[in-house]
């Protein structure tokens, strides 16, 4: 008497460990034949079997900058940030330019890194709380000599009259998305030279730089007081 064949058994899935929902998919099936059983049990009439499961997911809101004043803010790399002020300490940077930059970091178009500044508009700018109180005020040709050498220091680039691009990779008032946009062209401009704007960031030694305030007490004059 020939003995029957064994049973075929059913082959088992195996799912792929490589891939990254395999445990999901596992716990989903598990959970959905529980469930199909809890449904079956509960009416013994209905042999309807669950179909799927849906999870809902609430979304993350992220809460707004409180930030003072109506300008909004910019993005500003922490270690420059700490080299403005060891630069300012060791004199290696004029109080001129330092407020020169500030200014026209603060005031730069949202998304470009350009600030539309003429130098008198700079000038007028820095002057105006100074010109309130009846104190010194930096004068014109102070400012163009910082502008000339934070272009050196790359910090900032010329564009014409009136129109100063911002090193943005030192501070941004934009996105992420917008900043590569305006490094790429930056890029192209430069031949994607390395050491071009708005790379290799001085001032390249540090050094004592003579204190070219050149503020005078009314601009009218004509003559300031260099403090030194």
Not at 114 to 135: C, W
Request: glycine residues 8%; neutral net charge; charged residues 20%.
């Amino acid at each position: 008497m020939t003995a029957d064949p064994p049973a075929r058994r059913r082959p088992r899935v195996v799912p792929d460990a490589a891939s990254d929902n395999a445990g999901f998919d596992d716990l989903l099936q598990v959970l959905g034949e529980q469930l199909g059983e809890a449904t079956q049990s509960a009416d013994p009439r209905s042999r309807r079997k669950l179909k799927n499961v849906t999870f809902e997911y609430e979304p993350d809101h992220t809460a707004v900058h409180d930030m003072a004043g109506d300008a909004g803010y910019s993005l500003a790399s922490n270690w420059f940030t700490q080299l403005l002020a060891q630069l300012a300490v060791a004199n290696s940077i004029t109080k001129s330019q330092l407020c020169v930059f500030l200014y026209v970091a603060g005031g730069q178009q949202r998304g470009s890194g350009i600030a539309r500044y003429t130098q008198q508009e700079i000038t007028d700018g820095l002057n105006e709380l100074a010109a309130k109180k009846g104190g010194k005020r930096i004068t014109r040709s102070t400012v163009n000599r910082a502008i000339k050498a934070l272009v050196g220091y790359k910090w900032v680039e010329q564009l014409g009259n009136g129109v100063i691009q911002l090193n943005v990779r030192l501070w941004f008032h934009g996105n992420s998305n917008t900043q590569h946009a305006v490094l790429e062209q930056l890029a192209v401009k430069h031949n994607r030279d390395p050491e071009a704007f708005p790379h290799a960031i001085g001032p390249a030694d540090v050094h004592q730089e003579e204190l070219d305030l050149d503020f005078t007490h009314n601009p009218h004059y004509g003559t300031g007081r260099r403090t030194g």
